[in-house]
C-alpha cells in the first residue's frame, strides 16, 4: 500500500493544503538519489517502506537470462570440436626476464596504481560532494514543510485554547434555551476541530516518519557496502537488560560522557586507525538472551514508544553529526532514565539500525510543538467532561407498561415511542411491522438504553439479512453488558434481528425471496416486503440521529471486518475512521439500501459495518466491532471518553468492485482477505468438471481483497472476490461496489 494515496484519503478535506506534500519530497529522493544505485541494485529494492504487505511502487520483472538459440549452441559445439582444449600439464611455458625489465616493471605498476588511486580518489570526493548536497536539499524541503506543519497545528491549538477558556468562563446555571442551545453547539464544534487537530497531527507524524525512512534506505544503499560516513553513522542498541547494566555500571568522565565499568561498551571512534566510514557504536553481550533481543525490546529500553517525544534518548558517547542543525546546542541530549515515558513512532520496525543522520532529520520533527505536545489530547478530553458536565439531568420518568422477563409478555407496540419509556433503564418490546396470511403480528424485537441526561439517538440494526449474524451478539453485549444507563447521554436503540422472516428461514431474503436493502425507503402500499420496509423505516430508523447497519458477508462468501461509508460526508467518514475496522470503502450506498435511505430520507448519518462471514458468531470481529460503536458513541459524548485504537491503521480505498465469472465451474479463489494483490496476479482459477483448467483469472490493478467466494460451485456470472482499490482522491459523484 503506498503511503502517498493513503495520506489523500486520510486527509481532512478542508485542511488537505496543511499536510505535507509527501510525494514531493518522495519525488526529490528518487531523483537525486537515481544516479547512485549500484548495475545489480534498483532504487526499487530500496523503496518498500511506504508499503504494506509486499507492495512496491512498480511492477519488477524477475531477472531470466535469454534462452539461448540453437544456432548459437551449434556454433559454439563447433568451435569446441574445431578448436579442443589441451590439458595444462601438458604446456609448461617459461619466462626469462633480466632484473633491468623486473624494476622497469614494477615502476610501471607503482605509477599506474598511483594514478588509478588518485582518480579513485577524485571520484569519491565527487560522489561524496553530491550526496551532500542532496542531503542539505532534503534537509531544506524537509524544514520547510514542518514549518507549513507546524504553523497550522499551532493556530488551531490557539483558537482550540482560546474557545475552551471563553466556554468555561462564559457558563451559567441561568441560561435561557436559546443561548443553552448556542453554547453547546459550540462546545460541539470545538470537540471536532480538535478532534481533527488530533488526527492531523498524528497522520503528519507518520507521514515524517515514512519520508524520513525512505530518505535513510536510499542514502544508505548509496554507500559502498552499506557504510555510511560519520553523519550517516548507524546506531545498534542492546537490550533493555543489558542497557541498565551499562547505565547503572558506568561512571562519567571527564568530557561528559559516559565510562563504562565493566569495559563492554566500545566506540569504534577511539580507535585511530579506522575510517569514518566504520563509525558505529556496539555493545558487546555474552548474555544469549541480549543477542536475541529484538528491536521492540531494545526501544522499550530506552522508553521510547508512543505518539512523539520532545528529547532523543540515546547513550551519552553517541557520536554527533558532522554538522548540527544547531551548532549553539549538543544534537544529542543526556540520558535521564531508560525508562522515560518519551514517544516516538519513528523507532518502531526500524531493525536494522539507525543512521545519525535520520536521527537528525527525526530531531527536526519531535522539535516541532504538532509531535511533542499532548496540549490536543488534553483539551479534547476537557471539553468532552464539560460537554457530559452541563447537560441537564432528564426528569425521572416511569414506564406505563410493566416489563416481565419472558418475552412473550414483552409489550408490543406498533411505533417506537422513545419518550414514554423509563429513562437510567434498559427496556424491551416488540414492534409490529406487518402481518401474515395468519393475521399475526411480523415484529421486530428492539432493546433500548436510555440514559439519564438528553443526547443522540444511535441506531443499531442488525440481520437485514436474515443469514448474517454478527451483528445479533454486539447488540447483546454493547447493550446489556457495556453501557451504563445511569451514565449515558442520550439513547442507544438495538435492533438485533431486523428481517424476522429471513433470520427464522435461515435466508438472505425476505419471504418473498427479494433483498430488503434493495427496497428501502418502500412503499405504504405495496408488495409485502415493500410495506415491511416502509415500516421499518418510518416506525423505527426515523427516531434514530444516527445508524450502523450491521452485515457480514453473503452465504458462500467471507469478508474482512470493514465499513462501507461515504467518505466525503465529514460526519459518515469521522464514523467510519472511528469504528477501527481493517479496509474502508468509500461508497455513496446503492439504491434502495438502508443506509442510503436514511441518509437521503431523514438526513440521518449512517455507515455499513461488514463483520466477518455469515450464518456464524465471529467472537474476534465482534468485540473489534464493539470498540469501534463504542469509540462513536464516546464521540457524540454519549458515554465516558474511552476511545480504544487498534494496532494497525484501516486501509481507505477510494473505490470497490467485484469480478465476476464468465463460465460456470470449479472455482478457486487464491487470495485471502485483507491481502495485497499486484495488477496481473493470478486470483482463481476456473476447472470443468473433468477436472481440466479452463480460465484463469488475474488482477485488473493493484488493490487489496475486501471478500470473496468461498463457494467452489460457479456458475456464469458468479462473484470471484471485491477488490478495494487505493488512490490520492475520492472520485465525485456516486461510488458503488457491485452489490446489485
Not at 490557539?158 to 451559567?172: G, P, Q
Request: glycine letters at 6%; proline letters at 6%; a negative charge.
Amino acid at each position: 500500500m503506498k503511503f502517498a494515496k493513503q495520506l489523500g484519503l486520510r486527509s481532512i478535506p478542508s485542511w488537505a493544503p496543511y499536510y505535507l506534500d509527501y510525494k514531493s519530497l518522495k519525488g526529490y529522493i528518487k531523483s537525486s538519489f537515481k544516479d547512485f544505485t549500484g548495475p545489480l541494485e534498483s532504487l526499487e529494492s530500496l523503496d518498500h517502506e511506504d508499503h504494506e504487505q509486499g507492495e512496491t511502487d512498480q511492477d519488477i520483472e524477475p531477472s531470466i537470462p535469454p534462452k539461448a538459440s540453437p544456432e548459437s549452441v551449434a556454433a559454439v559445439s563447433d568451435a569446441d570440436r574445431e578448436s579442443p582444449v589441451v590439458p595444462q600439464e601438458n604446456h609448461h611455458h617459461v619466462t626469462l626476464t633480466t632484473a633491468q625489465e623486473e624494476n622497469d616493471l614494477l615502476i610501471k605498476e607503482a605509477a599506474s596504481s598511483t594514478s588509478s588511486n588518485k582518480k579513485t580518489d577524485e571520484e569519491e570526493a565527487a560522489r561524496e560532494a553530491s550526496i551532500n548536497i542532496i542531503v542539505e536539499g532534503f534537509k531544506a524541503l524537509l524544514w520547510a514543510e514542518l514549518e507549513k506543519v507546524n504553523a497550522r497545528y499551532e493556530a488551531q491549538e490557539r483558537i482550540a485554547s482560546i474557545t475552551m477558556e471563553r466556554l468555561s468562563a462564559s457558563w451559567r446555571a441561568n441560561f435561557t434555551p436559546a443561548e443553552l442551545k448556542q453554547w453547546r453547539s459550540d462546545l460541539t464544534v470545538l470537540i471536532l476541530n480538535l478532534e481533527y487537530l488530533l488526527e492531523f497531527s498524528k497522520t503528519n507524524i507518520t507521514g515524517f516518519k515514512k519520508i524520513i525512512k525512505k530518505f535513510d534506505k536510499h542514502y544508505r544503499g548509496c554507500r559502498p557496502s552499506g557504510l555510511t560516513s560519520s553523519s550517516g553513522s548507524s546506531i545498534h542498541l542492546p537490550d533493555h537488560h543489558h542497557q541498565q547494566q551499562q547505565l547503572q555500571g558506568a561512571d562519567h568522565n571527564g568530557s561528559g560522557h559516559l565510562t563504562p565499568s565493566n569495559g563492554t561498551l566500545h566506540n569504534n571512534n577511539n580507535n585511530n586507525n579506522n575510517n569514518n566510514n566504520n563509525n558505529v557504536i556496539t555493545y558487546l553481550s555474552t548474555s544469549p538472551e541480549a543477542e536475541m533481543a529484538g528491536p521492540l525490546s531494545v526501544f522499550s529500553a530506552l522508553g521510547i514508544h508512543g505518539r512523539s517525544t520532545p528529547t532523543i534518548y540515546l547513550p551519552h558517547n553517541y557520536p554527533e553529526p558532522a554538522s548540527s542543525l544547531h551548532p549553539q546546542e549538543p544534537f544529542i541530549r543526556n540520558v535521564h532514565s531508560p525508562g522515560t515515558q518519551s514517544k516516538s513512532p519513528f523507532y518502531h520496525n526500524y531493525y536494522e539500525g539507525v543512521s545519525a543522520l535520520s536521527l537528525e532529520f527525526w530531531k527536526m520533527v519531535t522539535e516541532r510543538t504538532f509531535a511533542k505536545s499532548e496540549k490536543d489530547e488534553r483539551l479534547l478530553a476537557e471539553a468532552r467532561t464539560l460537554w457530559r458536565k452541563r447537560t441537564p439531568v432528564v426528569a425521572e420518568r416511569l414506564s406505563p407498561l410493566p416489563l416481565s422477563v419472558d418475552p412473550k409478555d414483552y409489550p408490543v407496540w406498533d411505533d417506537l415511542d422513545l419518550d414514554i419509556l423509563p429513562s437510567g433503564r434498559i427496556s424491551r418490546l416488540w414492534v409490529v411491522l406487518a402481518e401474515d396470511a395468519m393475521s399475526t403480528p411480523i415484529r421486530v424485537p428492539v432493546i433500548v438504553a436510555k440514559g439519564v441526561r438528553p443526547g443522540p439517538v444511535v441506531g443499531l440494526t442488525a440481520a437485514l439479512h436474515g443469514n448474517e449474524l454478527n451483528g445479533i451478539p454486539l447488540t447483546h453485549r454493547l447493550v446489556l453488558q457495556e453501557i451504563q444507563c445511569q451514565a449515558l447521554h442520550g439513547i442507544v436503540v438495538a435492533v438485533p434481528v431486523a428481517n424476522v422472516p429471513g433470520y427464522l428461514a435461515q435466508q438472505r431474503g425476505f419471504t418473498d425471496g427479494t433483498d430488503l436493502n434493495r427496497l428501502m425507503p418502500g412503499k405504504k402500499n405495496g408488495t409485502t416486503s415493500q410495506v415491511y420496509s416502509y415500516n421499518l423505516m418510518t416506525r423505527l430508523v426515523k427516531h434514530f440521529t444516527h445508524l450502523i447497519d450491521l452485515h457480514t458477508a453473503s452465504k458462500g462468501r467471507v469478508n474482512s471486518l470493514y465499513v462501507r461509508a461515504n467518505m466525503q460526508n465529514p460526519i459518515t467518514r469521522h464514523m467510519a475512521r472511528l469504528q477501527n475496522p481493517q479496509i474502508i470503502v468509500h461508497n455513496t450506498s446503492p439504491d434502495g439500501s438502508l443506509r442510503g435511505a436514511a441518509m437521503q430520507q431523514y438526513n440521518i448519518p449512517a455507515i455499513t459495518v461488514e463483520i466477518g462471514d455469515p450464518a456464524r458468531f465471529q467472537k474476534r470481529f465482534v468485540k473489534s466491532a464493539i470498540l469501534g460503536v463504542t469509540n462513536i458513541l464516546s464521540h457524540l459524548k454519549m458515554v465516558e471518553d474511552e476511545h480504544e485504537d487498534q494496532d494497525y491503521d484501516p486501509v481507505v480505498c477510494a473505490k470497490s468492485y467485484w469480478i465476476f465469472t464468465k463460465g460456470g465451474g470449479i472455482l478457486n479463489v487464491l487470495p485471502d482477505v485483507n491481502t495485497w494483490v499486484r495488477k496481473g496476479e493470478l486470483i482463481a482459477t476456473l476447472h470443468n468438471i473433468f477436472g481440466l483448467e479452463e480460465h484463469r483469472y488475474f488482477a485488473p490493478e493493484d488493490g487489496i481483497v475486501v471478500g470473496k467466494s468461498v463457494d467452489p460451485v460457479c456458475q456464469s456470472g458468479c462473484r470471484i472476490l471485491h477488490l478495494g482499490i487505493v488512490s490520492d482522491r475520492f472520485p465525485e459523484g456516486k461510488i458503488d461496489d457491485g452489490h446489485m
